[in-house]
């Protein structure tokens, strides 16, 4: 049963997943390439100096990447669970609704895990030729809340999408926009250094907030 669900997971998400994995590993490579032509008209010494004196990392531009990536899937993924009416087709299944719930989460978390860890190894594997530990270091855990954000983003946006009422919906984005803020409250590089654990366990938590609202569609809660 479980791999019946994944492969329907696949087949409902691979277009739009294949596509994000496509447009944002280009942007990642577009950020490679700034750093690139930084090096080749002034050095890299430049490109220390400008890290180093202006807080610079280079893949300011991948910062709500995540976010947008994250949003976007749970919508892909949920919404037809919606529309369609499946969602009402999965709770007369003769298997558990959380379980199935769950594994549809851990798909799209390993997606997403598997999509973020190739942006990720492609700047540490660039970066790592002409930085120093310190450096390329710098940049990676800047770009981490943003990655954390952008799972705090799927497992939210799914919480909104399957809550079966309008009304309770438009207070948990008011929810989810706040909580996922957090990961953005400042620009410093590193600042989130000794607090990414607490977002981790944001993220966790966040796993079984879909819970809530699949509890709510079976007592009948709906519009």
Not at 20 to 39: D, E, F, H, N, Q
Not at 163 to 186: D, H, M, N
Request: glycine letters at 4%; charged letters at 15%.
């Amino acid at each position: 049963m479980e791999k019946a669900i994944l492969y329907k997971e696949w087949i409902k998400t691979r277009i739009y997943y294949l596509l994000a994995l496509t447009v944002s590993c280009g942007m990642v490579a577009y950020c490679i390439m700034k750093m690139r032509y930084v090096i080749e008209i002034k050095g890299v010494e430049h490109l220390w100096l400008v890290m180093l004196e202006r807080d610079a990392v280079f893949v300011d531009r991948l910062t709500y990447l995540p976010v947008v990536i994250g949003i976007l899937f749970a919508i892909v993924q949920f919404v037809p669970e919606m529309q369609q009416k499946r969602m009402k087709l999965m709770l007369h299944l003769p298997y558990p609704h959380f379980l199935n719930i769950a594994i549809m989460l851990l798909y799209g978390i390993g997606c997403l895990l598997i999509c973020f860890a190739v942006h990720l190894a492609g700047i540490w594997l660039y970066t790592r030729n002409f930085l120093p530990p310190e450096l390329y270091n710098r940049i990676l855990l800047t770009a981490l809340p943003w990655y954390i954000a952008g799972f705090i983003a799927y497992l939210l946006g799914a919480w909104c999408v399957l809550e079966p009422t309008w009304k309770r919906r438009v207070a948990y984005i008011a929810i989810a926009v706040a909580i996922t803020s957090t990961c953005f409250l400042s620009t410093t590089p590193e600042v989130y250094n000794r607090m990414a654990w607490l977002l981790v366990i944001y993220a966790i938590l966040c796993f079984f907030l879909p819970m809530l609202s699949v509890q709510r569609f079976i007592d009948g809660k709906q519009d």
